[in-house]
């Protein structure tokens, strides 16, 4: 049997001539956030989100260290793109220990995002 795909929903509405975007998180408390418009929108669909979900998912790096080492990025800016992207429902971090060491692997938990448009 399959795992079930993850299914992530960005509504976009027109307010007056301005567009408002709702990020719906699937979970038991079912919230809704209200981007501050579309340029957050696009922050958070970002070529460098794609790109740091998709080495995740295909690389499945053991701690966010090696995830920016695989990117070629400073662990500053990686981690604050995790934040952002676990924020919302993209991405949950486990704990794992090692010896004496506890760490964070980033897992990708969204398999799809679906982004409707009304006007």
Do not use: C, W
């Not at 307010?15 to 809704?32: C, D, L, Q, V, Y």
């Not at 701690?63 to 604050?80: P, T």
């Amino acid at each position: 049997m399959a795992a079930k795909i993850k299914v992530r929903q960005i509504n976009i509405v027109d307010e007056g001539g301005t567009f408002t975007a709702f990020f719906k998180k699937f979970s038991t408390e079912k919230s809704e956030f209200d981007f501050e418009g579309i340029s957050a929108l696009r922050q958070l669909l970002s070529n460098e989100k794609a790109r740091l979900m998709h080495i995740i998912k295909t690389k499945s790096p053991s701690s966010i260290y090696k995830l920016a080492k695989i990117l070629g990025r400073d662990f500053k800016s990686v981690s604050s793109d995790i934040k952002l992207l676990e924020r919302f429902g993209f991405i949950e971090m486990v704990a794992e220990k090692t010896g004496n060491r506890k760490r964070l692997k980033p897992i990708l938990s969204v398999g799809e995002i679906q982004i409707n448009l009304k006007i």
